[in-house]
């Protein structure tokens, strides 16, 4: 059989790599090979078809009985969805002040959501009982939101991550002030990698109600799932994902990622080669005078501070985003198809540009 034709033509060097996003990794090879498998043939559209429906069967495999998944096209999306099954149109949502939510979803939870964001200060990313407490109060206030959820990320916008106890002790301390958990899993596979326990462990386990499942991330071309773990938290998921613009008619193409990700080990095998090529690149950047690493790396990213002019200087040789750049902050990002040559390469690039 012959391959298949196109018209299309590559706009862009695959040689050149960069440390700014674990988006802009291309799709991993057998994700690509089951978009291929799930496309021939006519499957009922918006999520009646054999795939999306084999998906739930994985998804309870990962995150118990009761679980049920939502596939949608994109973080954002399945942020704004997730947010608005656990809220009221009065209610309000709990999180930290460098949550994605809040700081780089261009206001999407506030605007299309219709819900406050109360945000916290956090020294590492990460909420705690009493730094909730700061924001958990006024339920009986109508002067002011309701809060009804806490969000939290895992692993965390500064690549911290949760223990288990750490998550079940706030959603211990949520739901006894009547509030609902949610959890922002755009990189949950770094951090079930990284603390080497099941999915389920520090979600469903410990209390979450419901959480956004990342794909897109760890390999897949696009698509995550809303996945509703406590079903007595959610009302009409159903219409609010297609209500939001998240419901995909070719859902097929979304499932087949997910289930290409999580059927066997592919999730894992991602996650950890990434975490490990962001270990690789911190001990690297440790050993540059001059460089101090912020944050502790327990997942995919390393937060560094560096001369200005030397960063700059370093972006023209690779891509990566200034974090805080009043205060020289960078963030260096690893992914799945990171190798030990990219990470080598760049520490002795930044090696030569600290010592100019």
Not at 123 to 151: N, Y
Request: with cysteine.
């Amino acid at each position: 059989m012959n391959p298949p034709k196109t018209d299309a033509r590559r706009h862009h060097d695959p040689e050149v790599r960069g440390f700014a996003s674990d988006n802009y990794a291309g799709a991993h090879p057998e994700v690509l090979a089951a978009l291929a498998l799930a496309n021939g043939g006519h499957q009922v559209a918006y999520g009646e078809d054999a795939y999306t429906e084999n998906l739930q069967r994985i998804i309870r495999s990962h995150f118990g009985a009761t679980a049920e998944a939502f596939p949608v096209f994109n973080g954002t999306g399945a942020n704004v969805v997730a947010l608005q099954a656990v809220t009221d149109r009065w209610g309000a949502v709990i999180c930290a002040e460098s949550a994605h939510i809040n700081v780089d979803e261009g206001g999407a939870p506030e605007r299309m959501g219709g819900l406050k964001l109360l945000t916290v200060p956090t020294p590492d990313g990460k909420l705690t009982p009493e730094l909730i407490d700061r924001q958990a109060w006024g339920w009986e206030d109508e002067h002011r939101a309701m809060p009804q959820v806490v969000s939290i990320t895992q692993s965390t916008e500064l690549g911290t991550l949760y223990t288990p106890a750490e998550i079940r002790a706030i959603c211990e301390h949520a739901h006894a002030h009547g509030m609902k958990v949610h959890l922002d899993g755009s990189r949950i596979a770094n951090a079930a990698a990284s603390l080497n326990v099941p999915l389920r462990t520090f979600t469903d386990a410990v209390g979450v109600d419901i959480l956004s499942l990342g794909g897109t991330k760890n390999g897949a071309v696009f698509g995550e799932a809303v996945v509703v773990l406590n079903q007595d938290a959610v009302r009409k998921m159903k219409h609010l994902r297609k209500m939001s613009m998240q419901l995909a008619s070719k859902m097929r193409f979304v499932s087949v990622q997910l289930e290409a990700l999580l059927a066997k080990d592919l999730w894992l095998r991602n996650a950890r080669h990434a975490n490990d090529m962001a270990q690789r690149l911190a001990e690297g950047v440790r050993a540059v005078h001059g460089v101090e690493i912020l944050y502790p790396v327990q997942a995919n990213g390393v937060f560094a501070r560096l001369p200005h002019h030397v960063s700059e200087r370093l972006q023209q040789r690779f891509r990566f985003y200034f974090w805080d750049e009043a205060a020289g902050v960078v963030r260096w990002m690893c992914s799945f198809d990171t190798t030990e040559e990219d990470v080598d390469t760049f520490v002795a690039a930044l090696k030569e540009e600290m010592a100019r």
